[in-house]
């Protein structure tokens, strides 16, 4: 783990990575620290300093009702991640259980679990989530739902992958020799090996997952106002364009930042711990 | 050529399997969902009456699997039921939009491939040095923001900064579009010879397209790259290297080939996932496309529809995957000539 | 006469993380005109760098450091021009490798590849010519279907039948010297003694001078007019291969003698790890009447 650390932190670009992700996660966990107006989070109208290019003490300029878009962009990011790990730690446990399960247990199982997992992936991941959420109503509860269940199917793939190479190795015959449980060689046995590929992964995903919250709120079906979220930021903004540019310009590269963070590190993870693929 | 024949049947029946379990997945979704469908569509102004009535037309007083019954037999029509938000036939509303949402996607997919691809090459024949630490670095970036944020920087810059392509819409307004008979605008210019309007419409479509294929670059890139990089460890590789085959053939055909079999199945998920993303850059450039419908359906709770939508989405999902297998059969000799032998 | 292939003192070193790792101590071989010099030893003994480096292989990657001279038919290797180096591969300087299968392109079939060999020497080739001429090079290495295996893919063929059309590829454009680098290890040992017949006689007839890079001595003893044998980068006995098998003069070489399990028994033989012997001076054996 430290090793890990320490390879990452000696080459340039993760390093760039790094720092990225600490500082999207530090302005989302010290917002209220940081954020000039923490107030601006919510329904305040200030009409005297409205829709204004970035001057101080308003960095990134103020939205149409007078906000301060920098500190709505701080709470923002601390809603988008808190999204992207409630997500993930629901989809990683479903989908890594379906796919140990597929994978070791083989026969009918398999091809249950694994028909279902592909119905959940031929439909288009945002499409699957827009349908859900729409049909839900659109709050960040329905918003995390919609979105993980269009995440596990692909931590099912990937699991049920690495356990049907890894379910021939020596170790899990040996396992099976000496008469451990089913149970017992799934999650003790093959886990372990599949952690790499999961953590790699999981990296990567807390930037996309981002990503895709923030295309559901654009298309106005994500989080609802007057919570801050980058994703409506944007697609408010985008009917003041090119007037108005810093409405889209700041909002759309505050997600850019925050995922090209989460993809260089995880990235370089791939590579470090050798989970291509 | 039998075992491509097996081969796409075999695709095409699990396809049909899948797409019977979307329908049905998409159908419980839409039914167990709290509040009555017929309510809201009506709105709050309707009668009681109405809403009942609705509620008969829908079959919503039957079991879910009766509703799915009826929903089943009226597919085998053709028919996908009536949208409560157009009062229109769902297929027909979806024929009308269908097309330039297909036309953005397969432009958009030629430039994944044809950007995407080559990019890859060069990185991977470059590895290690200053080329491929650009492209990994432009890839990453392409693929590190949703494909509106693309579009909103890309309008910005090449519409309104330098107004070198028009902002919004599918064609010049001044300019009388073709006769519609594929519905690809594209297509249907050059069938009446009408050169204006192609050219009107690709000027349209250049930078939505761009901004749709901007992260299926990246990510073509990056995966071509990978995988050509592990292919030129291969001992054939040294064996042309020692022929003296020049570099840039080596890198063109002998290597990518080979790892293009690997590729090719993840590229085709992208060039799929574009059909999901279309969405939000149709929303951008205001592409009359199946993006505004498709919203407009689902904040109306418009379940015909919804389940319309998506299963045609879906479909057009399978096809592409079906296509992507059929080349990589083509390319891979190994399942072309399914017998193979030794392995 | 002058040999055709001539190294002198050479030298390499790759450039890691913890400064250079020298490879080879500055060796010298020679192969005349027609002549085949087999080279021994261990892996990573330094034989297969020693081929990749006449091919010019190893020159191009930035982390090696190659010195000495390699002199091929009069001229410098290491002073020419990269351009003029890479014109030799494939025309006057061939090599085939050690596994077959793995060393033909999976995605195309044979005559493709054929065809891009033959190029090297004509780049105007048709494919029509260069399947006559691929033919031609099958029925040299005694393969009578040839038009059914140029229509093949590697796969789809048994290993021996891929070695003999890796040996074909490789004397299909008359090359002055041929590298066979542990060819046919892979291989089964009835297979591998086939192909190696098949090579000898071809050689022979074409006069190719061939630099065998072997670990197996048996198969060095009877296709070889002479040896080297290589221990950590330096060579350090050789020879006419009978004088040299009927009197090994250097520990190493006998160890590696000794090594070598007897088919008639008496258990597998005990050599150490190392040995300081091992360092010792390099043996040379006189030459006789058949070596230059």
Same mark, same amino acid.
């Given at each position: 783990?430290?090793?890990?650390?320490?390879?990452?932190?000696?080459?340039?670009?993760?390093?760039?990575?790094?720092?990225?992700?600490?500082?999207?996660?530090?302005?989302?966990?010290?917002?209220?620290?940081?954020?000039?107006?923490?107030?601006?989070?919510?329904?305040?109208?200030?009409?005297?300093?409205?829709?204004?290019?970035?001057?101080?003490?308003?960095?990134?300029?103020?939205?149409?009702?007078?906000?301060?878009?920098?500190?709505?962009?701080?709470?923002?990011?601390?809603?988008?991640?808190?999204?992207?790990?409630?997500?993930?730690?629901?989809?990683?446990?479903?989908?890594?259980?379906?796919?140990?399960?597929?994978?070791?247990?083989?026969?009918?199982?398999?091809?249950?679990?694994?028909?279902? =997992?592909?119905?959940?992936?031929?439909?288009?991941?945002?499409?699957?989530?827009?349908?859900?959420?729409?049909?839900?109503?659109?709050?960040?509860?329905?918003?995390?739902?919609?979105?993980?269940?269009?995440?596990?199917?692909?931590?099912?793939?990937?699991?049920?992958?690495?356990?049907?190479?890894?379910?021939?190795?020596?170790?899990?015959?040996?396992?099976?020799?000496?008469?451990?449980?089913?149970?017992?060689?799934?999650?003790?046995?093959?886990?372990?090996?599949?952690?790499?590929?999961?953590?790699?992964? /999981?990296?990567?995903?807390?930037?996309?997952?981002?990503?895709?919250?923030?295309?559901?709120?654009?298309?106005?079906?994500?989080?609802?106002?007057? %919570?801050?979220?980058?994703?409506?930021?944007?697609?408010?903004?985008?009917? *003041?364009?090119?007037?108005?540019?810093?409405?889209?310009?700041?909002?759309?590269?505050?997600?850019?930042?925050?995922?090209?963070?989460?993809?260089?590190?995880?990235?370089?993870?791939?590579?470090?711990?050798? $989970?291509?693929? | 050529?039998?075992?491509?024949?097996?081969?796409?049947?075999?695709?095409?029946?699990?396809?049909?399997? &899948?797409?019977?379990?979307?329908?049905?997945?998409?159908? %419980?979704?839409?039914?167990?969902?709290?509040?009555?469908?017929?309510?809201?569509?009506?709105?709050?102004?309707?009668?009681?009456?109405?809403?009942?009535?609705?509620?008969?037309?829908?079959?919503?007083?039957?079991?879910?699997?009766?509703?799915?019954?009826?929903?089943?037999? !009226?597919?085998?029509?053709?028919?996908?039921?009536?949208?409560?938000?157009?009062?229109?036939?769902?297929?027909?509303?979806?024929?009308?939009?269908?097309?330039?949402?297909?036309?953005?996607?397969?432009?958009?997919?030629?430039?994944?491939?044809?950007?995407? /691809?080559?990019?890859?090459?060069?990185?991977?024949?470059?590895?290690?040095?200053?080329?491929?630490?650009?492209?990994?670095?432009?890839?990453?970036?392409?693929?590190?923001?949703?494909?509106?944020?693309?579009?909103?920087?890309?309008?910005?810059?090449?519409?309104?900064?330098?107004?070198?392509?028009?902002?919004?819409?599918?064609?010049?307004?001044?300019?009388?579009?073709?006769?519609?008979? =594929?519905?690809?605008?594209?297509?249907?210019?050059?069938?009446?010879?009408?050169?204006?309007?192609?050219?009107?419409?690709?000027?349209?479509?250049?930078?939505?397209?761009?901004?749709?294929?901007?992260?299926?670059?990246?990510?073509?890139?990056?995966?071509?790259?990978?995988?050509?990089?592990?292919?030129?460890?291969?001992?054939?590789?040294? /064996?042309?290297?020692?022929?003296?085959?020049?570099?840039?053939?080596?890198?063109?055909?002998?290597?990518?080939?080979? #790892?293009?079999?690997?590729?090719?199945?993840?590229?085709?998920?992208?060039?799929?996932?574009?059909?999901?993303?279309?969405?939000?850059?149709?929303?951008?450039?205001?592409?009359?496309?199946?993006?505004? *419908?498709?919203?407009?359906?689902?904040?109306?709770?418009?379940? !015909?529809?919804? &389940?319309?939508?998506?299963?045609?989405? $879906?479909?057009?999902?399978?096809?592409?995957?079906?296509?992507?297998?059929?080349?990589?059969?083509?390319? !891979?000799?190994?399942?072309?000539?399914?017998?193979?032998?030794?392995? | 006469?002058?040999?055709?292939?001539?190294?002198?003192?050479?030298?390499?070193?790759?450039?890691?993380?913890?400064?250079?790792?020298?490879?080879?101590?500055?060796?010298?071989?020679?192969?005349?005109?027609?002549?085949?010099?087999?080279?021994?030893? @261990?892996?990573? $003994?330094?034989? #297969?760098?020693?081929?990749?480096?006449?091919?010019?292989?190893?020159?191009?990657?930035?982390?090696?450091?190659?010195?000495?001279?390699?002199?091929?038919?009069?001229?410098?290797?290491?002073?020419?021009?990269?351009?003029?180096?890479?014109?030799?591969?494939? %025309?006057?300087?061939?090599?085939?490798?050690?596994?077959?299968?793995?060393?033909? !392109?999976?995605? *195309?079939?044979?005559?493709?590849?054929?065809?891009?060999?033959?190029?090297?020497?004509?780049?105007?080739?048709?494919?029509?010519?260069?399947? @006559?001429?691929?033919?031609?090079?099958?029925?040299?290495?005694?393969?009578?279907?040839?038009?059914?295996?140029?229509?093949?893919?590697?796969?789809?063929?048994?290993?021996? /039948?891929?070695?003999?059309?890796?040996?074909?590829?490789?004397?299909?454009?008359?090359?002055?010297?041929?590298?066979?680098?542990?060819?046919?290890?892979?291989?089964? +040992?009835?297979?591998?003694?086939?192909?190696?017949?098949?090579?000898?006689?071809?050689? @022979?007839?074409?006069?190719?001078?061939?630099?065998?890079?072997?670990?197996?001595?048996?198969?060095?003893?009877?296709?070889?007019?002479?040896?080297? +044998?290589?221990?950590?980068?330096?060579?350090?006995?050789?020879?006419?291969?009978?004088?040299?098998? #009927?009197?090994?003069?250097?520990?190493?070489?006998?160890?590696?003698?000794?090594?070598?399990?007897?088919?008639?028994?008496?258990?597998?033989?005990?050599?150490?790890?190392?040995?300081?012997?091992?360092?010792?001076?390099?043996?040379?054996?006189?030459?006789?009447?058949? $070596?230059?």
């Amino acid at each position: 783990m430290k090793r890990t650390f320490v390879i990452l932190a000696s080459n340039p670009m993760s390093l760039f990575g790094l720092i990225l992700v600490g500082v999207v996660v530090f302005s989302a966990v010290f917002a209220d620290f940081i954020a000039p107006f923490p107030e601006h989070r919510g329904a305040v109208v200030d009409f005297t300093n409205f829709n204004q290019p970035p001057h101080w003490p308003n960095i990134f300029g103020t939205d149409l009702v007078g906000r301060d878009l920098f500190s709505r962009i701080l709470y923002a990011y601390r809603i988008s991640l808190m999204l992207g790990v409630v997500v993930l730690a629901i989809a990683v446990p479903i989908g890594v259980t379906v796919g140990l399960a597929a994978g070791y247990l083989g026969g009918w199982v398999d091809f249950i679990l694994m028909r279902l =997992t592909d119905v959940f992936l031929s439909i288009p991941p945002l499409v699957l989530a827009m349908a859900i959420m729409g049909l839900l109503e659109p709050t960040l509860t329905n918003g995390m739902l919609a979105v993980t269940a269009m995440w596990w199917p692909w931590y099912a793939r990937l699991v049920y992958n690495v356990t049907r190479s890894e379910a021939q190795e020596g170790y899990v015959l040996a396992a099976q020799i000496i008469g451990a449980s089913r149970l017992h060689i799934m999650f003790m046995e093959i886990l372990p090996n599949c952690v790499p590929s999961i953590v790699t992964k /999981m990296t990567l995903d807390l930037g996309f997952v981002i990503l895709i919250a923030s295309s559901l709120s654009f298309l106005g079906l994500g989080v609802q106002a007057p %919570t801050p979220d980058l994703g409506s930021m944007v697609a408010e903004g985008g009917n *003041y364009l090119p007037d108005s540019w810093w409405l889209t310009v700041f909002p759309s590269l505050a997600i850019l930042i925050a995922v090209f963070g989460f993809n260089l590190v995880g990235d370089a993870l791939r590579q470090v711990l050798g $989970s291509d693929q | 050529m039998s075992p491509v024949v097996r081969l796409l049947a075999k695709r095409l029946s699990i396809s049909v399997i &899948v797409l019977i379990g979307v329908s049905m997945l998409i159908f %419980t979704i839409a039914r167990v969902i709290p509040g009555d469908p017929a309510r809201i569509a009506l709105g709050p102004n309707a009668t009681a009456e109405q809403v009942e009535q609705l509620r008969q037309r829908l079959h919503l007083e039957d079991p879910i699997w009766v509703q799915y019954g009826y929903f089943v037999r !009226n597919l085998a029509h053709g028919d996908l039921g009536v949208s409560l938000y157009t009062n229109r036939p769902v297929l027909t509303d979806i024929a009308q939009f269908l097309p330039a949402t297909l036309e953005l996607v397969i432009v958009a997919g030629i430039f994944m491939v044809c950007l995407g /691809m080559p990019l890859g090459i060069l990185s991977a024949r470059y590895r290690g040095r200053m080329a491929d630490n650009l492209i990994r670095v432009v890839s990453l970036l392409g693929v590190s923001a949703p494909s509106f944020v693309w579009a909103v920087i890309l309008m910005l810059l090449f519409a309104f900064f330098l107004p070198l392509f028009p902002i919004a819409g599918q064609i010049s307004d001044t300019i009388p579009p073709p006769h519609r008979v =594929t519905g690809f605008l594209l297509v249907d210019s050059l069938i009446d010879g009408n050169f204006k309007a192609f050219f009107s419409a690709l000027h349209h479509i250049i930078l939505p397209a761009f901004a749709l294929a901007l992260s299926g670059i990246g990510q073509a890139a990056r995966l071509t790259r990978a995988n050509m990089v592990e292919t030129y460890d291969k001992p054939y590789i040294e /064996m042309a290297e020692s022929y003296g085959f020049a570099p840039r053939r080596i890198a063109n055909k002998f290597a990518f080939r080979p #790892s293009l079999i690997p590729s090719l199945t993840i590229i085709g998920l992208d060039f799929a996932a574009m059909l999901g993303n279309a969405f939000l850059v149709e929303a951008v450039f205001a592409w009359p496309g199946l993006s505004r *419908y498709g919203v407009q359906v689902i904040l109306r709770k418009d379940l !015909n529809a919804i &389940v319309g939508t998506v299963l045609v989405i $879906s479909a057009m999902f399978l096809i592409v995957n079906i296509i992507v297998d059929l080349l990589i059969a083509y390319i !891979n000799p190994r399942i072309r000539l399914a017998n193979g032998g030794r392995t | 006469m002058k040999a055709l292939l001539d190294i002198r003192d050479l030298t390499l070193s790759f450039r890691g993380l913890e400064g250079e790792n020298r490879v080879l101590h500055g060796i010298s071989l020679n192969v005349a005109k027609g002549e085949k010099v087999a080279l021994v030893g @261990e892996s990573g $003994s330094g034989k #297969s760098v020693t081929a990749r480096i006449i091919l010019g292989l190893l020159q191009e990657q930035r982390s090696t450091r190659v010195s000495g001279a390699v002199e091929f038919d009069g001229q410098d290797l290491e002073a020419m021009p990269a351009k003029a180096r890479h014109r030799l591969r494939g %025309t006057d300087i061939s090599m085939i490798f050690q596994d077959p299968t793995s060393s033909l !392109n999976p995605v *195309y079939p044979i005559d493709v590849q054929f065809h891009e060999v033959l190029k090297r020497r004509d780049p105007k080739i048709t494919r029509a010519a260069a399947r @006559e001429r691929a033919s031609e090079a099958l029925r040299d290495v005694s393969i009578e279907d040839a038009k059914r295996v140029l229509d093949s893919y590697s796969f789809q063929l048994s290993g021996g /039948m891929n070695q003999r059309v890796m040996i074909a590829m490789a004397l299909a454009n008359e090359p002055k010297l041929l590298i066979a680098d542990e060819p046919g290890t892979a291989l089964d +040992v009835t297979v591998q003694a086939q192909t190696l017949h098949l090579m000898r006689d071809l050689v @022979e007839r074409k006069h190719t001078s061939v630099l065998f890079i072997s670990h197996n001595l048996g198969v060095v003893r009877e296709f070889a007019d002479r040896v080297y +044998v290589i221990y950590k980068g330096k060579i350090v006995e050789e020879g006419p291969t009978h004088a040299l098998f #009927s009197d090994p003069g250097h520990p190493y070489t006998r160890a590696l003698m000794a090594a070598v399990p007897k088919i008639t028994g008496g258990g597998i033989p005990e050599i150490p790890d190392r040995s300081d012997s091992f360092s010792e001076p390099i043996v040379v054996h006189p030459a006789t009447e058949a $070596s230059s």
